[in-house]
């Protein structure tokens, strides 16, 4: 498939020299101080200390929700997460280790300038910071991820691609933009941006044509390749956007698009153990409760409800008591979000059919600890954690409410 550059708008280029103005919090673990930094901060550091690694770099890419934000001509629209993309040759057997060791000596140096470095290391600050690691060394799958921990949900995820076999999901999270020339302009440019003059900045959508990706986005429509090909078969990310508000392009084929997602799904996570903990932290990570514990849950149960009716519907790879499984747990978890929206002042709703009527029946205990907001999975037994707003307005099961 042959990929189409265009270059951004005066806006679109706007809306990026925003975001990586933008100073985002990267939260430490223990004593380590919040790091306040700007993503353009975070990308010439880690260009720079690339460069003394002897690693060779192409480009940096935004890439994501946060490239759909800015190629999106809609205010409204916002982003999860931050993904850039750092394109490098991983040929070399020690590039994953010198990789590693960029990322740390890159937070070394975005340290607050109060903070004493002698007795730090990099290793130090990529266990402080990093929040999740991942390597895949294959033949036609060379890369390695590294995510540094916002605790608002908004995490800043360091790509260093060699070779990648997929990297989008859908035609709306499918583009990517160079931000080389923006930031030689910011470097060099001796004029401020304006209408007639900014630099020339290139986006391109991996699902092939870029005016059609940005015509689904602008649309809110939902259209994918190969979903089989999608670790997951990008059934959760499927979910989210249904839950959103987006609707399939091609109604026709939605049955058959559904089944191969769900089959890929439970390739990718055969057992009940590995469905639930992908499940956690796919909510975790797109349902923040930077708006509120009362809303979040609101989103969460209309995401899990819309994730129920798909795999009730569409999974034909599962034994009878597998997919029962399943759904057991993910209407026992939505149960736990419908409490929770309802529990604030004492009044219960009727549920939609697959979750109990009453969410006290449920098989659900609830505290109202304010440090964690995951469902935890312990055997049949699902906790939620909340803190309750007194004045929450109650839930009514099945009107819409957005998602993130």
Known sequence: MSFSLKALEY???ERLVGLLDKQ????????????????????????????EQNVELRDVRLNGSAA?????????DTYNDVDLIFGVNLGHPDSFKRVKEAVGESLLKLLPAHVSKARLRPKMMIDAYVN????????????????????????VELKFVDKMRRQFEFSVDSFQIYLDPLLYYKEHAHMSMSKTFYPTVFGVSLYGDFEEAAGHLKDHLIDTIQPEEIRGGGLLKYARLLSSGYTPLHPSKLARMERYMCSRFFIDFPDIDKQSEVIEKYLVGHCSDSRGAV?????????LMVLHR????????????????????????????????????????????GCPPDPRKCNTRLTTNATTSAITHRKSDYKKDFKISPDAAPFVPGQYYPSY
Request: with cysteine; aromatic share 6%.
């Open 310 to 353: 798909i795999i009730e519907q569409s999974t034909v790879c599962l034994m009878s008591h597998e997919r029962r499984q399943t759904l057991r747990f993910i209407t026992q978890a939505a149960c736990a979000c419908l409490k929770v929206a309802n529990g604030s002042n004492g009044r219960s709703k009727r549920a939609p059919s």
């Open 11 to 13: 806006e679109q280029v």
């Open 24 to 51: 985002l919090p990267l939260h430490g673990s223990g004593n380590f101080p919040t790091l306040e930094v700007s993503l353009e901060a975070m990308v010439r550091a880690v260009k720079q200390t690339l460069s």
């Open 68 to 76: 759909s934000y800015v190629v999106a001509d809609s205010k409204s």
């Open 295 to 303: 809303f979040c849950a609101r989103a969460r149960y209309t995401y």
């Open 132 to 155: 999740k690691m991942v390597k895949v060394s294959q033949s036609n799958d060379c890369w390695s991820l590294m995510s540094l921990h916002n605790k608002g949900g908004c995490n």
